[in-house]
């Protein structure tokens, strides 16, 4: 079983910057991906931003070149830098993670971009 530990996000002006974090912890398969998906009022969950055991990286065409994903393998925690935010960033965003076996997501947390 995984537990997900989010921690970020919060009010920033168009322009501005939020970083996400993501802990994952307790007993579980080896992680195959970690990534951040997001859902905007009334719309569906996109996702935002991948990080695969091999380092490699996948990005929402929305995102690609403000956003980066990373992960640290020793302490399976993933950050999310979000630079040069914009108004349509506004969602609430979810920490997921798939091992071998199952898929997990976390709480959401809540990111506003707004003057």
């Known amino acids: 079983q995984v537990q997900l530990e989010e921690s970020g996000g919060g009010l920033v002006q168009p322009g501005g910057s939020l970083n996400l974090s993501c802990l994952a912890s307790?007993?579980?398969?080896?992680?195959?991906?970690m990534a951040w998906y997001r859902q905007a009022p009334g719309k569906g969950r996109d996702a935002v931003a991948r990080v695969h055991k091999d380092g490699s990286t996948d990005y929402g065409i929305s995102v690609k070149g403000r956003f980066t994903i990373s992960r640290d393998y020793y302490k399976d925690l993933a950050h999310l830098e979000m630079n040069n935010l914009k108004s349509e960033d506004t969602a609430v965003y979810y920490c997921?993670?798939?091992?071998?076996?199952?898929?997990?997501w976390g709480q959401g947390s809540q990111v506003t971009v707004s003057s």
């Open positions: 307790g007993s579980y398969h080896r992680i195959e991906t």
């Open positions: 997921n993670v798939v091992t071998t076996v199952r898929e997990y």
